[in-house]
């Protein structure tokens, strides 16, 4: 089955660009029918949606992040990828990637285990 | 913007009891837009109910979702142990992309 997992820095100094990769295993963010998403939860509150990318390149935002936030895919790679820029504290939190389907509510079906990205200096 | 409230903000019940969790969206929806969640501590989130009422592949059938007007409400006909976790609704709108409401945390009495 379709499994995700995320890579990258656990942390980021203040200001800099936050970097993540989520790698798909059995399966292909080549597929038509699904969205590639982020999902961040700082500690200990709820669940914030980061964005999301179409295998073609097209992609939604959260309005409230979008000035700082790129999602790209690398489908030769199996993978895509989230840039925030210019960080602060509030950005620490635990980052999914998670597959949406590419209708209706975009549910969320299958989802990465996490990693926790902590911004300080 | 869609704004997603959940109530209670934490359920305190005892297994075997029937649980109903409560998702008011601010404005009229897409009601078939609607999805619920479950997470457990240390754990990603847990797909349970799309479209307001299907549950999701695997999901036991002492859940179910339904809806009247911009309420909706997940509901465990009798609770196990396994299902004492937190409760996120989601909802998906065009101009607004994907909101989450706060949460319900659904704890053992």
Partial sequence: QVQLQESGPGLVKPSETLSLTCTVSGGSVSSGNYYW??????????????????????????????SRVTISVDTSKNQFSLNLSSVTAADTAVYYCAR?????????????????????? | EIVLTQSPGTL????????????RASQSVISSYLVWYQQKPGQAPRLLIYGASTRATGIPDRFSGSVSGTDFTLTISRLESEDFAV?????????????????????IK
């Fill in chain 1, 37 to 66: 998403s982020w999902i961040r939860q700082p500690p200990g509150k709820g669940l914030e949606w980061i964005g999301y990318i179409y295998f073609s390149g097209t992609t939604n935002y959260n309005p409230s992040l979008k």
């Fill in chain 1, 100 to 121: 949406a389907i590419n209708w209706g509510s975009r549910a969320m079906n299958v989802w990465g285990q996490g990693t926790t990205v902590t911004v300080s200096s």
């Fill in chain 2, 12 to 23: 305190s019940l005892s297994p075997g009891d029937r649980a109903a969790l409560s998702c």
């Fill in chain 2, 87 to 107: 409760y996120y609704c989601q909802h998906y709108g065009s101009s607004s992309g994907i909101t989450f409401g706060q949460g319900t945390r659904l704890d």
